[in-house]
Structure formats: C-alpha cells, structure tokens
C-alpha cells in the first residue's frame, strides 16, 4: 500500500478506480483521531483499513467520513466503510444525504448516464448508511478532530451537493472536485496541470466561479484534489480555473443552437481549450498526444455536462 504522506498529519492513498493516481481517498490524523475525507468505491474499502493499519491507527480511532460529494467516484464506498468504522459520523451536504440513507435514485442515476454493468464493475452495490450516522453539514458548520477543526464550505458548481473541508491546523482545503482535476503524471518540472470538471449533471460555471474564489480567499498554501491529491501553486491554478471555466461557457453557447452536430462540436471545442492551455503552460506540440490520451475520458465528460448545463439552461419551448 502506497501512502503519500504530506505536512499536517494529512495523508493520500490511490483509491484502486480504474488507472493509477486517477482518484484519491485523503486522511487526517489528529491527537489519536482521524478523518477519511471521500471513500471511493466499494472496491476502495479494504485499502482504506488496510492504510489506517500502516498509519497505526485502529478503525474505531476514525471519528469523521468527510464526503466532499455523492458522486460515485468519491462515495459509492461510504455504506460499506462505515460498516467497518464502528465509530465515524458520515458528514454530508443536505443535498447528498438521501442519497447516502436510500440510494436507490443515485443508483438509477447514474446508470441512466453510464450504464448498469459499467457501474456495478465500476462502483459496486451501494450499501444504505443508517440515517443516524449521517450528520448534515450546513455551509461554516465546524466539526472538531483531535486538536484542530475542520470548517464546512458549501461549493456548488460541479454539483449542487457539494461542499470543502477547510483544516484550521494546516490551512489547507480538501476540495473534492470544485478545484479541478490535476494529474500528478502530467506534471511538468514540478508544475501542475489543471482543468475544471464540467462532468454531468449540474455543471454551473457562475457558481464554479464563486466557489473558487470562495476556497482562493482562504489563501491555502496547497489543496488536495480527488484526482489527484495534493497542489500547490494555489493563486496561479486558480487563475486557471477561472480563465478555462470563461472558454468552457463561452464554447457551450457557440453550441447552443446546434443541433444534432452539438455533443460533437462541444467535444472538439474541449479538447481545443485543453490544448490552448498547454500550450500557454509550455506544452510542445509532440506531447499533445499523451495529454489528450491521459484527459480523454474527462474532455468527453466535460462535454457532456456542457450539454447537460445547454439543456437546463434552454427555456422550454426553444
Ligand atoms: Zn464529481
């Protein structure tokens, strides 16, 4: 079991989804008490225990399941692990919490969008969280670890459920996805690469932005990402952020009125954005390819929820 292991107390472990370092599952230890902020998929609970074992740490010591979001990647794993965590509250946004008590409609949904053998390999059966342990944080709600507090920010944009832990004893942000994706093997001299995720279904870029600006006035001197784990740099990444959210809502209004060419053209429009930005961040060329093969996957699902975001935005009747 491989453990990144940053300042703070905080740890990273690969939650085993689909390719190495594509998601990852946070810790922070604290005073003899630990947080596990996102879960994976079912298929990540036994590296979970088996990570709390090698940071010495009995699963009775886990006092908080943090879950930044209810998106499968991040908490299809939630039912089984509490099972295993006799002792953890699962913290949720309001939105995300019937979800996790009955997940029938999450289930359904996200097959709906993927399709039932890609998410039962994918994900696993989602167990129900017994509605008692889950406790719903309202945005600036505080929850205590060991010596330090954790503060609750509610970040829509990537989805209406979701929110960000800020940890008082490092400053730092667990950020889920409302700060993008950022894939360590796309690192270049020790420089991050970052996109915002557009994925379905509730994409909105005015509330991108806010919950950006909302975890930049933080001034954190890293974050930590689901995909993938710790960034610094945080203002300059930032400023990406805001600049590619700009282009991804300027291309989907090119693209509103046209028709059966538009998941198409929103996927041309994507990968060229992606390109402008590594060009502008020192990119050659002859590297285009690997770069497009790594956020392949991501471009088509941006564009997606680029179509989704058309469509909630498109007054009946036009
Ligand atoms: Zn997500």
Redesign the pocket.
Same mark, same amino acid.
């Given at each position: 079991m491989q453990i990144h292991h940053y300042e703070h107390g905080i740890h990273a472990i690969d939650s085993g989804y689909y390719r190495p370092d594509l998601d990852a599952i946070h810790f922070i230890v604290d005073g003899g008490e630990v947080a596990v902020i996102d879960t994976g998929t079912n298929h990540s609970v036994t590296r979970i225990v088996a990570a709390l074992d090698e940071l010495g740490c009995a699963p009775e010591a886990v006092r908080h399941v943090l879950l930044t979001?209810v998106?499968l +990647?991040?908490a299809a794993g939630a039912g089984s692990l509490m099972q295993r965590l006799p002792n953890a509250r699962l913290a949720v946004h309001a939105r995300g919490a019937r979800h996790l008590s009955d997940p029938r409609k999450l289930w359904d949904a996200t097959v709906a969008v993927y399709g039932e053998d890609h998410v039962m390999n994918a994900y696993g059966a989602l167990a129900p969280v017994p509605p008692e342990r889950i406790e719903v944080v309202p945005d600036l709600a505080v929850l205590d670890l060991g010596r330090r507090q954790i503060q609750v920010l509610d970040t829509p944009g990537?989805?209406r459920h979701h929110v960000v832990y800020h940890d008082s004893a490092s400053g730092h942000v667990f950020c889920? +996805?409302i700060f993008g994706l950022s894939y360590r093997e796309l690192d270049r001299d020790g420089q991050a690469f970052i996109i915002p995720?557009s994925?379905p279904s509730q994409f909105d870029p005015q509330e991108a932005h806010q919950s950006i600006d909302r975890i930049l006035a933080l001034a954190p001197e890293a974050v930590y990402l689901t995909h993938f784990a710790q960034v610094r740099t945080v203002p300059r990444l930032g400023a990406q952020l805001h600049r590619m959210l700009d282009a991804y809502a300027a291309l989907a209004e090119r693209c509103r009125d046209t028709g059966d060419a538009r998941y198409s053209l929103l996927h041309e429009g994507m990968k060229a954005i992606v390109l402008n930005e590594a060009h502008r961040a020192g990119w050659q060329p002859h590297d285009e390819q690997r770069l497009l093969e790594v956020l392949g996957l991501d471009i088509e699902l941006n564009a997606q929820g680029l179509v989704s975001w058309l469509e909630a935005t498109t007054p009946a009747g036009r």
């Amino acid at each position: 079991m491989q453990i990144h292991h940053y300042e703070h107390g905080i740890h990273a472990i690969d939650s085993g989804y689909y390719r190495p370092d594509l998601d990852a599952i946070h810790f922070i230890v604290d005073g003899g008490e630990v947080a596990v902020i996102d879960t994976g998929t079912n298929h990540s609970v036994t590296r979970i225990v088996a990570a709390l074992d090698e940071l010495g740490c009995a699963p009775e010591a886990v006092r908080h399941v943090l879950l930044t979001h209810v998106h499968l +990647d991040h908490a299809a794993g939630a039912g089984s692990l509490m099972q295993r965590l006799p002792n953890a509250r699962l913290a949720v946004h309001a939105r995300g919490a019937r979800h996790l008590s009955d997940p029938r409609k999450l289930w359904d949904a996200t097959v709906a969008v993927y399709g039932e053998d890609h998410v039962m390999n994918a994900y696993g059966a989602l167990a129900p969280v017994p509605p008692e342990r889950i406790e719903v944080v309202p945005d600036l709600a505080v929850l205590d670890l060991g010596r330090r507090q954790i503060q609750v920010l509610d970040t829509p944009g990537h989805a209406r459920h979701h929110v960000v832990y800020h940890d008082s004893a490092s400053g730092h942000v667990f950020c889920g +996805d409302i700060f993008g994706l950022s894939y360590r093997e796309l690192d270049r001299d020790g420089q991050a690469f970052i996109i915002p995720t557009s994925s379905p279904s509730q994409f909105d870029p005015q509330e991108a932005h806010q919950s950006i600006d909302r975890i930049l006035a933080l001034a954190p001197e890293a974050v930590y990402l689901t995909h993938f784990a710790q960034v610094r740099t945080v203002p300059r990444l930032g400023a990406q952020l805001h600049r590619m959210l700009d282009a991804y809502a300027a291309l989907a209004e090119r693209c509103r009125d046209t028709g059966d060419a538009r998941y198409s053209l929103l996927h041309e429009g994507m990968k060229a954005i992606v390109l402008n930005e590594a060009h502008r961040a020192g990119w050659q060329p002859h590297d285009e390819q690997r770069l497009l093969e790594v956020l392949g996957l991501d471009i088509e699902l941006n564009a997606q929820g680029l179509v989704s975001w058309l469509e909630a935005t498109t007054p009946a009747g036009r």
